[in-house]
């Protein structure tokens, strides 16, 4: 099981359109920043490759590009917003490569979002032109299944929604996991169970007990100052210190935080992520 960052920056990207301050224009590759998302490969039980998306967003076709991805069997997503779900479309090519569709998971804000955006996918039918469009297989997250932490289980991995708040908007967290009929490296038992939480800006209470055991916590930081849908980079550094992960790594960074300079002040067991960073 390998989990790479394919994109670790806020909505705007980084570089930002207009800007020219010192991160915009850095020539440290790590501060180039691609709309944030991420994605999980391992081999399944009967050996076969497998790539589950985190988020589709507006940058997925270059993030598929640079990693080399062959194949996607299954997004999860984390909420609505455009920049972790309208690179949807691009899937299609992985339709037309693996002659197969692809599951897409989502609470049920999300997935009313994504099928009125996207009609000439979900009601294909309803098309001028039978044109080349994705085909989907829809999974809503139940209300009731993410206050029972009922696990989805796909291929041997296992995804438990972590319920979290973006500002007022109700979203999801991932934990992810090896199931027991997996067989996982030694590298990889370092990295699982791993938490995945973009676009953070508080944790309910219940969601706290679905955080303990990590070896991993992926966890918004988006600038020093504060915002009202974000975490700073000082409440994400103080939420991983209670989560006790063996390592945590920050994402959804804006241009105010320059890697290196970032990287040298946080504590030992806590990284900022870069685009292309591959764990396990």
Known sequence: MRFTFLGTGTSAGIP??????AVCTSADSRDARLRT??????????GQD???LLDAGPD????????GLQRCDAIVFTHNHVDHTFGLDEVRRFNAVQKAPIEIHADGHTMDSLERIYKHIFDRDKNVNDSFVATLIPFGVSPAAIEAAEPIDLWGVRLTPIPLLHGRLAMLGWRIEAGPELEVSESARSIFPLAYCTDVSAIPTMSWARLTGLKTLVLDALRERHHPTHLTLDQAIGIAGNVGADATYFIHMAHDLPHATTQARLPATMFLSYDGLTLG
């Open 37 to 46: 998302a991420a994605c999980l490969e391992f081999r399944d039980a009967k």
């Open 50 to 52: 497998r790539v589950i």
């Open 16 to 21: 930002m359109i207009g800007c020219s301050c």
């Open 60 to 67: 997925l076709r270059m993030q598929a590009l640079r990693k």
